[in-house]
Nanobody
């Protein structure tokens, strides 16, 4: 059974940084395309960053240049380094594997990121 456990969120002032972690069990992050998603109140969940099995990364325009996705295969963990945070980055952040744009597994509990102005 696949389990995804996100952590690292918190309250930070605008301009600050956070590093999110997603520990996966039941799947290998090294051979899956993994993504970080976020859902703000009243909005749909959106993909903000992805990393392919080959290490290719992609980002939503809104976070390009500020967020960095990476993974540690030995720890089976995916990270999201978030710098220069803005109030509009406030959301619950989740990770998941995806194929052709479709997520593959049940969502974890997510981790709340709140950016104050």
């Amino acid at each position: 059974q696949v389990q995804l456990v996100e952590s690292g969120g918190g309250l930070v002032q605008a301009g600050g940084s956070l590093r999110l972690s997603c520990v996966a069990s039941g799947l290998l992050v090294s051979i899956n395309t993994m993504g970080w998603y976020r859902q703000a109140p009243g909005k749909q969940r959106e993909l903000v960053a992805g990393i392919s099995s080959g290490g290719r990364t992609n980002y939503a325009d809104s976070v390009q240049g500020r967020f960095t996705i990476s993974r540690d295969n030995a720890k089976n963990t995916v990270y999201l380094q978030m710098n220069s945070l803005k109030p509009e980055d406030t959301a619950v952040y989740y990770c998941n594997a995806h194929v052709l744009g479709a997520t593959m597994y049940d969502w974890g509990q997510g981790t709340q990121v709140t950016v104050s102005s």
